[in-house]
T-cell receptor
Framework: GAVVSQHPSWVICKSGTSVKIECRSL??????MFWYRQFPKQSLMLMAT?????????EQGVEKDKFLINHASLTLSTLTVTSAHPEDSSFYIC?????????????FGPGTRLTVL | GQNIDQPTEMTATEGAIVQINCTYQ??????LFWYQQHAGEAPTFLSY??LDGLEEKGRFSSFLSRSKGYSYLLLKELQMKDSASYLC??????????WGAGTKLIIKP
């Protein structure tokens, strides 16, 4: 099956710093990648849809200047949390959609746990 | 608005069968997905239904009725490792995936 990697798997940073999370599709090209965040015991919340070569589409209530998304190639999308604050602490998960004529399910990366002190 | 409902939590016994229901109200329909998510991990794909009926995959089966806006995930011969959250998601007319809140399944020996 399709493999999506994320790096780092966990990060602890000080308040006010920026953190970059990478999402890579390892064995396929992903024209569309998705970024989610998930708080403990809650469901996935879509933050933005990232399309290769164009600006990301952000969901309502997600600050585009705070959560910078870059999808520079067909295998890499990055999420940068700028000026992180403790309330940004969460589990961030990326996924990529495989367009192969089938169900086009999303394959998820292992997630990045961000803790802001 | 768009809405997906599934029970918050269910409990079942090892070796038994459990059915997790999902009802949806979305603008259009382009398929329904079930994902499994263990605590602290990312979701993994379980099944996909786009036509009415039952899709069977080993111990897991998923059913869809588009006219009723209803699906269920059936898990047979439950094992302790099946303890996880099960997420129902529907692709709407814009092919956007709408997620349910998930059902936490607790398996007891």
């Amino acid at each position: 099956g399709a493999v999506v990697s994320q790096h780092p798997s966990w990060v602890i940073c000080k308040s006010g710093t920026s953190v970059k999370i990478e999402c890579r599709s390892l064995d396929f090209q992903a024209t569309t990648m998705f970024w989610y965040r998930q708080f403990p015991k809650q469901s996935l919340m879509l933050m933005a849809t990232s399309n290769e070569g164009s600006k990301a589409t952000y969901e309502q209530g997600v600050e585009k200047d705070k959560f910078l998304i870059n999808h520079a190639s067909l295998t890499l999308s990055t999420l940068t949390v700028t000026s992180a604050h403790p309330e940004d602490s969460s589990f961030y998960i990326c996924s990529a959609e495989v367009l192969a004529g089938g169900p086009n399910e999303q394959f998820f990366g292992p997630g990045t746990r961000l803790t802001v002190l | 608005g768009q809405n997906i409902d599934q029970p918050t939590e269910m409990t079942a016994t090892e070796g038994a069968i459990v059915q997790i229901n999902c009802t949806y109200q979305t603008s259009g329909f382009n398929g329904l997905f079930w994902y499994q998510q263990h605590a602290g991990e990312a979701p993994t794909f379980l099944s996909y239904n786009v036509l009415d009926g039952l899709e069977e995959k080993g111990r897991f089966s998923s059913f869809l009725s588009r006219s009723k806006g209803y699906s269920y995930l059936l898990l047979k011969e439950l094992q302790m490792k099946d303890s996880a959250s099960y997420l129902c998601a529907v692709k709407d007319s814009n092919y956007q995936l709408i997620w349910g809140a998930g059902t936490k399944l607790i398996i007891k020996p």
